[in-house]
């Protein structure tokens, strides 16, 4: 069993830990999670991602896999067995252009664009983010339902955060109730993320 055993050390206001547990559910897979706490990080964590010591660290059978663009196509290729619950395209071609919207939305759009903004330039990060999501819908997700189509998959995965964390666009995206059951409270969001962009913005820290 514990080869088998697969662990998510994550946080509970994480965007990216989320993603990974939406793949987790949608493939089935059952796992434990473990709770960080940033302030007093775990010794595990700190061993299994030395370099970043960050989350999500995804632990398969005591082998650690991070950062969470390479934990959702780990979860893709590890459990692939059932065609049902692909969450990439079979053709090479579509497989091809997922991945470059997952890695567009990586360089494109970022919680912290927004966390330190200031009032300055707060206009100029809205109006480059609102040009991003722009050309998203209409050049990748025009009038389908999902990214892929019909099917939920990994781009979705990876642009899911969108529809709760920014709610202002949360029509851009469709989301099945396994997303939308897995979310953190929005008051608590909203309280911690205030409390981080204070922190981040602080003239100490600049």
């Known amino acids: ?3 088998s055993k697969v662990i998510v050390h994550g946080f509970w206001a994480s965007a990216y830990v989320y993603r990974v547990i939406w793949a987790l559910k949608l493939k089935g897979v059952k796992y434990d999670y473990i709770e960080e706490d940033f302030s007093n990080k ?6 299994y991602n030395p370099v970043h010591k960050k989350v999500p660290v995804l632990v398969h059978g005591g082998r650690p896999v991070v ?8 979860i893709e290729e590890t459990w692939s067995d059932d065609p049902l619950t692909s969450l990439l395209p079979s053709d090479a071609y579509e497989r091809s252009v997922a991945r470059f919207l997952i890695d567009f939305g990586q360089q494109s759009l970022t919680l912290f664009a927004f966390f330190l903004s200031s009032d300055e330039n707060k206009e100029t990060t809205s ?3 609102r040009e991003t999501l722009e050309i998203i819908q209409d050049q990748a997700l025009g009038g389908k339902k999902f990214f892929g189509g019909n099917r939920l998959g990994l781009v979705d995965l990876s642009y899911g955060w969108l529809a709760h964390w920014l709610e202002s666009i949360q029509e ?13 409270d929005s008051k608590a969001l909203l309280e911690h993320s205030t409390r981080q962009r204070k922190k981040f913005t602080s003239p100490k820290n600049n």
Do not use: F, H, T
Request: glycine share 4%.
């Open 1 to 3: 069993m514990e080869e």
């Open 42 to 47: 775990s010794q595990s964590l700190l061993e």
């Open 67 to 74: 950062e969470s663009s390479v934990i959702l196509e780990y």
């Open 127 to 129: 109006k480059k983010a």
């Open 172 to 184: 851009l995206v469709g989301v099945k109730p396994v997303i939308k059951d897995n979310l953190p």
